[in-house]
């Protein structure tokens, strides 16, 4: 349910709501958030609430620091952890500057301006999150361990996966909070598990990948254990991908998800530093089904995009190469405007790859375009990108590519 600002002032009046957190995150998609009381509400919606912006990775230095953080009603929700009596509710904020304009570093804004690009060429578009994560134990002096909660495989099932119960608090948690969970399972690597949930509208998705995390960590820690969301947690194990489904709706009905494919295609390599923003990233690439080359295929989970076995809504394509590093807004700006290249330029699919890449020959992958193989590669490339120079600002490029 979306709230308006006076009903979530009445709902915080009235439902013995104690602290209000205003989120944010940073330009790498880590959350941040500043708590403010209740009395201070009324202002933090018409004023925004100021904060120290230099002390944030990639918002500047010390000359200009203050910045303001406006909450936006409808993203209202409760953290169910939290004491039933004085709760605790959570917003997304909007960044601003005094003045009120938008912070050119808020990738939540970047995205919005993505999707209003999209809602004036008649196309709007639809996310769906797959993120994968591992459970590892803590030692007796409560630091982390890379011991893994169990060594259950793929689908396993209890008493091999430990992680079951986990999983099922998570998810029951993430329905508080308004997310639908659709699926949840072991996943192949010791103690790495996956859960997927419905599809939404670009915003809504983001901020749900964002939630995610949170409730996985949250959750894994009242349990006695540690969720890792790092490309490569374990060198020998699978790594930890981000699975981006996407679908697209026209509003004269034609079907152009092939050019939104194409586009991404087209685009792959000029996003990838910001798909797999880490120097860790690029060792799960081109392993353990994380892919490497630009390619298609229906539902081949060896190709950088699949169209899995679907119909009616449910039809999409699904981007393998991401993974949960990734600022979920950046991310999604860039695949609408690389879909809306797709659709504009009329970019038809490449010769469909059929085939298991993981067991090609040399002399098929020779001939075939990979993704960049390091974060200096993906870096270099997208800065000589007119098209992510076109809809990235220069000062989150910078950041990502001055590490």
């Excluded at 009235?14 to 998609?29: S, W």
């Excluded at 949170?214 to 540690?226: D, P, Q, W």
């Excluded at 270099?380 to 007119?386: E, G, L, R, T």
Aim: proline residues 5%.
């Amino acid at each position: 349910m979306k709230y308006s600002k006076d009903e979530v002032i009445q709902y915080i009046q009235e439902d013995d709501v104690k602290f209000i957190r205003l989120a944010f995150c940073d330009v790498f998609g880590k959350q941040k958030n500043i708590s403010i009381m209740p009395q201070e509400l009324s202002r933090a919606f018409e004023y925004g609430i100021a904060f120290d912006a230099s002390s944030i990775l990639g918002f500047g230095d010390e000359t200009h620091s203050d910045l303001f953080l406006k909450p936006e009603s409808e993203t209202l929700a409760v953290l169910p952890w939290r004491p039933e009596h004085g709760k605790v509710v959570r917003m997304f904020s909007s960044i601003t500057h005094l003045s009120g304009k938008a912070f050119e570093c808020d990738t939540r804004n970047l995205l919005k301006n993505a999707v209003k690009e999209a809602q004036q060429a008649g196309i709007s578009f639809f996310f769906g999150a797959e993120q994968e994560f591992y459970l590892f134990n803590f030692d007796q002096q409560g630091n982390v361990t890379n011991q893994p909660y169990d060594n259950a495989g793929y689908m396993d099932i209890a008493p091999e996966d430990k992680g079951e119960n986990v999983r099922r608090e998570i998810c029951l948690t993430l329905e508080q909070m308004g997310i639908r969970p659709e699926s949840s399972h072991h996943e192949e690597g010791p103690g790495q598990n996956e859960i997927d949930f419905r599809y939404s509208d670009p915003i809504t998705a983001a901020d749900n990948v964002l939630t995610f995390q949170t409730v996985v960590k949250t959750v894994a820690h009242r349990n006695g254990l540690y969720a890792d969301f790092s490309p490569k947690p374990l060198k020998d194990q699978p790594g930890n991908g981000f699975h981006i489904n996407i679908s697209v709706k026209s509003s004269n009905g034609d079907d152009c998800l092939s050019y939104v494919i194409g586009g991404i295609l087209d685009k792959a390599a000029q996003m990838t530093a910001f798909f797999n923003p880490n120097k860790d990233s690029y060792m799960r690439i081109g392993h353990n089904k994380a892919p490497k080359y630009i390619s298609w295929s229906s539902e081949n989970r060896s190709q950088l995009v699949r169209i899995p076995a679907a119909v009616g809504e449910y039809r999409r394509a699904e981007l393998r190469s991401p993974d949960p590093t990734a600022n979920p807004y950046i991310a999604f700006a860039l695949l609408i405007y690389a879909g809306l290249d797709g659709i504009k330029n009329k970019l038809e699919l490449p010769v469909v790859s059929d085939f298991n890449l993981f067991k090609a020959s040399p002399e098929i992958l020779e001939k075939m375009q990979t993704i960049p193989q390091t974060l200096q590669k993906a870096c270099d490339i997208a800065k000589q990108s007119d098209f992510i120079i076109k809809h990235i600002p220069k000062s989150i490029l910078d950041v990502y590519c001055s590490r």
